[in-house]
């Protein structure tokens, strides 16, 4: 297994370079963090397990995790609101623990996460622009099993990490609205043929719907292609 922390064979940029390839070849952000976790245990050194803390709304929660050991002591972090990826996030740094077993940082948190059988951890924030979008968590069974070396090398793979999400999250959020001005588009041209109006007439009936009913108006868009035929005046061919 090649890694960050190794001085043979690769350097950290032909890594990192390797790693921001496979990224971006994703298509959408769970198989960008899906990619992201499986490159942390792969490239990073004394990494046993990975996961993703991903803010949402105000509310936190796990995506990919590498085991279910992960989703187990992510959420003893969120319930005590203690634990290294709780403070990466809220504090916008990195934090390491070599043993969660003599822990004295997180009392809540520790116990339960030592009963795991886990004994190291490290939590890079992960952030674009000041936006925080989560954590890159990283777990091991050994006791001190993440170096000085490897948290400096691995806050660089979280960097690459993060523009890699907001990418995919970006992405996502273009094809979205791309499919929603194309539903509205539908209706719109519905709307106008049924009705002898123009566009802008037909775009004012979609929003005076949307405010009536209280939906968004893709979701009203939507619902009218679906159902125009029905909405259809008996004995109608449109």
Not at 53 to 69: C, F, K, M, N, Q
Request: net charge negative.
């Amino acid at each position: 297994m090649s890694s960050i922390d190794s001085s043979a064979g690769e350097g950290l940029s032909a890594v990192l370079g390797s790693v921001a390839r496979s990224l971006q070849a994703e298509p959408n952000v769970d198989t960008t963090i899906a990619a992201i976790v499986k490159a942390a245990v792969d490239h990073v050194a004394g990494a046993d397990y990975a996961g993703i803390s991903l803010v949402e709304h105000g509310r936190i929660r796990t995506v990919a995790p590498t085991d279910e050991v992960v989703v187990t002591i992510d959420e003893v972090q969120y319930r005590t609101k203690q634990g290294p990826c709780v403070n990466a996030i809220a504090e916008h740094q990195v934090f390491r623990t070599g043993d969660l077993a003599a822990e004295a940082r997180w009392p809540k948190f520790t116990p339960a996460a030592a009963a795991t059988g886990m004994r190291s951890m490290l939590a890079y924030r992960l952030f674009v622009s000041e936006n925080t979008l989560g954590s890159l968590n990283l777990y091991s069974r050994s006791v001190e099993a993440f170096s000085d070396q490897t948290e400096q090398a691995g806050r660089v793979f979280a960097s690459h990490a993060a523009i890699a999400l907001i990418g995919a999250q970006t992405e996502a959020r273009l094809n979205i609205a791309l499919g929603h001005r194309d539903v509205i588009g539908m209706a719109k041209g519905i709307l106008m043929q049924r009705h002898g109006i123009d566009a802008v007439e037909a775009f004012r009936l979609l929003i005076e719907s949307s405010q009536a009913t209280n939906i968004k108006l893709h979701q009203v868009a939507e619902w009218f292609v679906e159902h125009h035929r029905e909405l259809s005046p008996r004995g109608s061919k449109s």
